[in-house]
């Protein structure tokens, strides 16, 4: 070996054992997203029956108006984005509406032990069904404007129920990583969120089609509809004010006549 290439060698070891000696070794870890299957989320849904009896519930959507508070809204809508009101009619009464889910769950470890979960869910065929938000502040007790709920098409199964797609995006943070998922409305709407959980962003595009109802002032019982629904909800700590006083500065729920 050449002169030149002792010295290059032995720079190299010398500032091998400067850098050992003189920098505190760190571990650097890496923090990677896991995938979960959509059933850890789908299976939670539905532990609750407070809103709409006999189906489980699942959240519904307002219309609210910008810049009101509080939020003065005129409609509701209601997707079973989860399959829940499609179980209830296939389980109690033979009725398949075809509802299929898809989409995926993903996991990513937090710096503080828990873990930052979002779950993206693509439902087709959802039975969809809007009613007013007046007189009555339970929308279930108002008229229905578009569609049949789960339980008018149980009673006639002739009915023609609304159907769409729907696409739902929520992230929150779990207690720890490969902790049960929570039921979205047992957790987020009626607070009994498990320790370290909390809701980050939600969002929800929806379309759907089918029968208006007398009640919506848009033609005849029977007029062919379609119903669209956008809602993102994404302020969840405050202060909150004007259109983004309920932590949704995006709220739609919009009714038309096919071919208006």
Known sequence: MSRKSLRYWGLLALVGLLTL?????????AIQASQRPLSDFLSKQGTTMVFNTPVPDQIGW???????????STQFALFDYAGLAADYLDQNFGISLGTTTSGSVTERPLADGRAEVTVILHTTNALAWVSSTAPNTDPNQNPVLFGYKAAEIAMDPSKEPALGESHLKVVFKNPAPGADLPDLV??????????????????????AGGSLRASANLGPEG????????????????PFMGATADGFPAELVELHRIGQ
């Open 186 to 207: 047992n957790a987020f709407i009626l607070g009994n969120a498990a320790p370290g959980q909390e809701l980050v962003s939600i969002s929800f595009l929806a379309q």
């Open 223 to 238: 007029t062919p509809g379609k119903c669209l629904v956008a809602q993102n909800g994404i302020l969840f700590t405050g």
């Open 21 to 29: 000696g003189g920098v505190r070794m760190t571990k650097v870890y």
């Open 62 to 72: 307002f219309n609210n108006s910008p810049g009101q508070f509080p939020p003065a």
